[in-house]
């Protein structure tokens, strides 16, 4: 089967490579766009010892879309370990390929009834790099860092086991800040700080790290104030 994986994806890289295809006026060539998103590399587990898994909100395979090269791709098996920030696609319903993240723009999944949007922030961001999860978007943006470190199990020491966190990002006015308190994310706002609050406050509206959300309906509220579409 291994034999059989790495042929197939030696013979998509020769079509891919030593053709130089590429799509013409219209819609690309279906084989030239199954090639271009699953070119990469086989996933092998890397932790088998360990307790837990290295995804993020399961181990199994989600729904989802891409954005690769500004091509998007629907309808996809995704898995995301936050542990080495790689996407993992399930080609042919068999095949785990890792794919390179600098050819990816953004990915949505598709879970629990919610879709979860990551765009890759290089660029964006000097402290992160990587994919981020967008939590809103508009003048500012507010963005989340989904990471797993492996650390010894403290009950069993020859075990290790993946422990999650998850840092919050402001983006506004051109700088981009880690959220370290509630205050300091407010700050951020200058001026228009006490109006934010005032309404999160007659929205009674929790703004923390344990409820992100309400980061995200402060920034909304921030940006109507600032482009003028408020209307409260």
Known sequence: MRALFLFSII???LQLTGQHY??????PDADWLEQHLYKGIEWQPLYPS???HEFFLTNNYITGDITSEGIEYSGIRIKYDICNDNLILLWQSTFPIIIDRKRTDSFILKYDGRERRFI?????CSDIQGFAEV????HSMVLARHTKVLSVNASLSSYEQFRENTKYYYVVNGTCSQIRSTKAFFDMMGDLKREVRRYIRQKNVVVS???PEGFALAAARYD?????ESKE
Do not use: I, K, M
């Not at 590429?22 to 819609?27: A, T």
């Not at 890759?120 to 964006?124: E, K, M, Q, T, V």
């Not at 939590?135 to 508009?138: C, F, N, P, V």
């Open 135 to 138: 939590l809103h978007a508009g």
């Open 120 to 124: 890759n922030s290089d660029g964006l």
């Open 11 to 13: 013979l998509l890289t």
């Open 209 to 211: 790290r344990l409820f």
């Open 22 to 27: 590429s799509p013409g006026p219209g819609e």
């Open 224 to 228: 109507a104030l600032v482009t003028g």
């Open 50 to 52: 360990a307790t837990g």
